[in-house]
């Protein structure tokens, strides 16, 4: 596909696949194409041969009574059979294998992601890392994630297509889904079930960083994220776009946004989707909370999680930290102050 | 809105005016959308005005209500259901080349805001699907299938009325949404919780609800009519493996409308109950559990795909074997993998949701059934192809239509099977992969049956040919503007983007989405040739008249009588002694035979049921929509009144006596005799009367 090879925008599709899973979904495409043009081709072949061979005012046999052949039957019932037959194994031998649901396998322990869908945005919670992230996905790259979802609205649709499947994302119910990233990198995630007039700006962005930035990120964020209060949490119910939500919460117009969505005319530049909005903790239990309707308690923060590495004061300087390596998100280091 | 006016209007005020949006807040793009908006609203309003006009201009209203509005005649309830759908697919088009338009500017904005393109997907698909599809196939039905089996009318007349009745007025609903908005933006399959009053509590989701309804409602009668009628009213002779194969099609679809139909009902019902009475059954809390309404929907929906194309495959069947002038390859297979499609069709609807969490190996049987759905489906496909081979192939315009179909329809196959490997349907699921999936089984495979069917029993309801320049143009339009406006989405739906998004942020998805514009104006062009082939055809209706009604040199027992056919179709039922019974009939001289004697005729009287059910369907579903409550309970004791005074009627028929039908059918058999048969390769000429020589096996010709 060297159109999609050759487009500006980097990992859109399984066809460049950056995961095991995305890798096996392109290898299945191409197969059950290749499987199936078995009985497709012949139709696209012989179609025009025959119109034309046996067009009103030529010279080809002509049996109007012919209805029957056994020799014809055996094989238009036969050949679809068999490769229905071929079809129906490996849809079963690939279904039970990509089960969004089915853990990978890898020598090291997945990480641990709660994901919760809002209008309009994504909320990623870190429960081993005490933080959390909006419509940004940080993971370290060559290690499973384990991702738990709910929804604080409408059903929607969690795809990341270059890492692997997508997976509803619905209230009230937690459903399950397993990635891993070959590489670092950069590739585009969405909601994919329409959910209100915001739906299309519903993106996010998943970060694959190695081990080492992994931890560095995320000590970075403990030390210097914005802290989650309830006046987040309501911003985050009330029906916003990420470039809303980072204004209210950088005190530009919050009185403007609460409350009622907003008008897709005045809504900021496209530059304001990039705002990052990291937290360094969040309520203990906040996904469980919102997956069974209660109101989370904010007596508990995951502030006094132990970390599993001491804090480098290198990674505190952006100039020097390990996360300049990836320019994306060297740019989109926390720039408003902390509330 | 003070309380003296709330109860005559309900909820509905100056804010539902397509206007009214932008004259609160007059940024340029509700400027754009609101011109666009009033624009369609005035189409409906004046469309409306001319049609009232013109009636009255031409003093048409009696011969209106008389011919067609109280006939209880399946020919015409027929023609009037394939009108209403011609009206909604050009209103439909256009929505679909106004989104094709918007996605084609749609990198970072376009000129739609995000809840009028809402609006446009729902109503397109909404359209498309119940008002488009359903009254298309069920017009045809209703025109051919009795004429095929040899019988007078449905079963139930006025039943028939009734469902076009329902239909109109779940249509008329639709059209009302246009001038006092908005209508639903959740989609054609209006999942909740989103169409749930939490997250949509505007008249929107009441206006989809309702016209929903009104056409399941209509769709569930017209199966049982139709499936009554092919069990009881069979011409004598007419065994099970001698019916048409479209005959055979229509029985499918009415026994998968009638167990397929009541679901979405009752799923509709219940959302409403949801809505308007604070139930709690498809809510997030409080017990609720939207899955199940979701689970209800593709129980109705995924029969639903195929109550849409058999009716298609029927056609074909008839286009491919009268146009091959050949009889049909393999009849027992092409019944029995109807019947098997008819029967698969009801265990595969989860593959519409393989991506809601429920576990592997579920899904792997659900995608394994869906792909067994294939193998009758290629058989067909294969059976058609050799019904070609070794025929004699007029490509007429229902041939053009029928080969596009043959090509096309199997790629979209090729994709639907694509989407029934659960792993693949992961990356694909809810994106244009799907979106170009489905279109590309309805346009060549519904769309394109019945625009073939239409080119094919046109002449013999009106008694002369459609032009034929014209057909062909519109044909190949539709199938290049198709290719052109849907294998984009294809790419675009490999490359991410997802289904029913406004705008989107990646430049690599604006070369396709361009394309596709270019394919949708085709669509829009070949739309234009069907207007002006009808036009044309319209204004040489004397030179292309063929009153002897058998143009094609048909097979089937419609092609045995005068175009357009007595209201009592046959003079004498007749007796069927094979299969593709006319063709038999003439290949032994028995064509066009003098009966021994003329019977009198009793038909069903007129009545106003139809029109009733039309006028109260539409007032209790825009009440129920705006919270008129004195308007709904108006509507239904009328309704209710209505039935109930039927049952007292006593004049449900009317009798013609033997000696008018004999008159009429010796004038037409001598005009018959009077006429010079014309071969096949004049068939497209003025000569063509209706009176064919059919062509002669081994013969070069």
Excluded at chain 1, 46 to 70: N, V
Excluded at chain 2, 35 to 43: D, E, L, R, T, Y
Excluded at chain 2, 132 to 150: D, S, W
Excluded at chain 2, 253 to 259: G, S, V
Aim: include cysteine; charge should be neutral; proline fraction near 7%.
């Amino acid at each position: 596909m060297p159109l999609i090879a050759g487009c500006s925008d980097a990992h859109l599709s399984f066809l460049d696949p950056q995961g095991p899973i995305a890798a096996a979904q392109r290898q299945h495409f191409w197969w059950v194409i290749a499987i199936t043009l078995t009985v497709v081709l012949p139709v696209l072949v012989l179609t025009p041969l025959i119109l034309w061979r046996y067009r009103y005012g030529g010279r080809a046999r002509y049996r109007p009574q012919w209805e029957f052949s056994l020799r014809a039957d055996l094989a238009i019932w036969g050949i679809p059979l068999l490769v229905f037959a071929v079809l129906a194994t490996l849809t079963w031998r690939s279904t039970i294998a990509l089960d969004p649901y089915r853990p990978l396998v890898s020598d090291q322990p997945p990480l641990e992601v709660q994901v919760v869908g809002f209008d309009w945005q994504w909320l990623f919670l870190y429960p081993e890392q005490g933080i959390a992230t909006v419509d940004e996905l940080v993971i370290p790259a060559g290690r499973p994630v384990s991702l738990r979802l709910t929804s604080a609205s409408v059903m929607q649709g969690f795809f990341v297509p270059a890492l692997g499947s997508q997976i509803d994302v619905m209230n009230h119910m937690v459903t399950r889904l397993h990635l891993e990233a070959d590489a670092p990198g950069v590739f585009p995630g969405r909601n994919m079930q329409y959910s209100g007039k915001e739906f299309y700006r519903q993106r996010f962005v998943t970060r694959a960083l190695s081990a080492d930035a992994f931890a560095d990120f995320t000590h970075q964020v403990r030390a210097q994220g914005r802290s989650f209060t309830p006046e987040v949490f309501s911003l985050l119910m009330a029906k916003n776009t990420h470039a809303a939500l980072a204004r209210a919460l950088d005190g530009t117009e919050t009185a403007a946004i609460t409350g009622r969505a907003r008008q897709t005319d005045d809504a900021g530049s496209p530059a304001d989707d990039s705002t990052p909005l990291r937290f360094k903790h969040f309520p203990s239990g906040l996904f469980e909370a919102i997956a069974a309707h209660r109101a989370p308690d904010w007596s508990q923060d995951t502030s006094s999680l132990s970390t599993t590495r001491p804090l480098s004061p290198d990674s505190l300087l952006p100039a020097s930290s390990p996360l300049s390596i990836h320019p994306a998100l060297a740019a989109a280091a926390p720039t408003g102050a902390t509330p | 809105m003070n309380d003296s006016t709330h109860w005559l209007l309900g909820r509905l005020d100056a804010s539902a005016l397509p206007f009214w949006d932008a004259l609160q807040h007059p940024t340029t793009k509700n400027v754009i959308n609101a011109v666009i908006a009033s624009g369609a609203a005035s189409m409906v309003v004046l469309g409306a005005i001319a049609v009232v006009i013109g009636l009255t201009w031409t003093r048409r209203w009696g011969w209106l209500w008389r011919e067609w509005l109280t006939s209880p005649d399946h020919k015409k309830i027929g023609i009037m259901f394939i009108a209403l759908a011609l009206v909604m697919l050009a209103r439909a088009v256009i929505e679909a080349v106004l989104m094709r338009l918007q996605q084609a500017f749609g990198l970072d904005g376009g000129f739609l805001t995000a809840d009028h393109f809402g609006q446009l997907f729902t109503t397109h698909g909404t359209i498309m699907v119940f008002f488009m599809a359903m009254p298309f196939l069920t017009g045809m039905i209703n025109y051919v299938m009795p004429l095929q089996i040899g019988t007078r009318d449905l079963s139930f007349p006025v039943m028939n009325q009734i469902s076009l009745g329902l239909t109109a007025a779940g249509a008329a609903v639709v059209m009302i949404s246009l001038v006092l908005a908005p209508f639903s933006t959740g989609g054609w399959t209006g999942y909740p919780t989103f169409t749930g009053h939490a997250a949509n509590p505007g008249a929107g989701v009441d206006y989809w609800i309702w016209a929903v309804t009104l056409s399941t409602l209509s769709s569930t009668l017209s199966g049982i009519n139709f499936a009554v009628t092919i069990y009881k009213r069979r011409a004598p002779g007419m065994s099970w493996m001698r019916l048409p194969l479209f005959t055979w099609t229509a029985l499918c679809t009415a026994i998968l409308m009638i167990f397929a139909m009541p679901p979405l009902t009752v799923a509709t019902a219940l959302l409403a109950l949801d809505r308007y009475l604070d139930f709690h059954l498809f809510t997030a809390d409080m017990g609720g559990n939207m899955m199940n309404y979701i689970n209800l929907f593709w129980a109705f929906g995924h029969p639903e795909v195929y109550i849409l194309i058999l009716p298609a495959f029927g056609i074909f069947s008839e286009v491919f074997s009268t146009f091959a002038g050949k009889t049909l390859y393999g009849y027992k297979a092409l019944v029995i993998a109807t019947l098997a499609i008819a029967v698969l069709s009801f265990t595969v609807w989860l593959h519409h949701f393989f991506t809601m969490g429920q576990s592997a190996h579920i899904n792997a049987v659900f995608g394994i059934a869906t792909m067994l759905i294939g193998i009758p489906t290629g058989v067909k496909i294969y059976d058609w192809m050799l019904t070609l081979f070794r025929g004699r192939i007029r490509m007429s315009v229902p041939m053009i239509y029928a080969s596009g179909f043959l090509m096309l329809f199997v790629l979209g196959g090729l994709t639907g099977i694509v989407l029934a490997v659960p792993s693949v349907d992961y990356q694909v699921h809810n994106s244009l992969f799907l979106v170009a999936h489905f279109h590309n089984m309805l346009i060549p495979g519904l769309l394109f049956g019945m625009l073939a069917g239409t080119n094919f029993w046109f002449p013999k309801a009106f008694g002369f040919r459609l032009e034929e320049r014209w057909g062909r143009r519109a044909a190949y339009a539709w199938i290049i503007g198709f290719m052109l406006a849907f294998f984009p989405l294809y790419a675009l739906g490999v490359l991410g983007m997802p289904r029913r998004t406004v705008a989107f942020f990646t430049p690599a998805y604006l070369p396709w989405t361009l394309t596709a514009l270019v394919g949708a104006t085709i669509v829009l062009l070949a739309m234009a040739c069907l207007v002006i082939q009808l036009w044309v055809s319209v204004r040489d209706r004397h030179l292309n008249a063929m009153p002897i009604g058998d143009p094609w040199d048909g097979r089937s027992l419609e092609w045995a009588v005068s175009s357009p056919p007595p209201e009592y179709n046959f003079p004498v039922i007749p007796e069927v002694y094979g299969r593709d019974a006319f063709m038999l009939e003439k290949e032994r001289g028995k064509a066009y035979q003098v009966p021994d004697e003329f019977p009198d005729i009793v038909l069903p009287a007129n009545s106003p049921m139809g029109v009733i059910f039309a006028v109260t369907g539409t007032a209790m579903a825009f009440g129920l929509t705006w919270y008129q409550w004195w308007m709904v309970l108006l509507a239904a004791g009328i309704t209710l009144a209505a039935v109930i005074a039927r049952g007292f009627c006593r004049n449900t028929t009317r009798t013609l006596s033997g000696e008018e039908v004999r008159r009429t059918h010796l004038t037409w058999l001598a005009q018959v005799r009077a006429t010079t048969p014309v071969a096949r390769s004049r068939e497209q000429s003025t000569d063509n009367r209706g009176l064919p020589v059919p062509p002669v096996e081994g013969a070069i010709q």
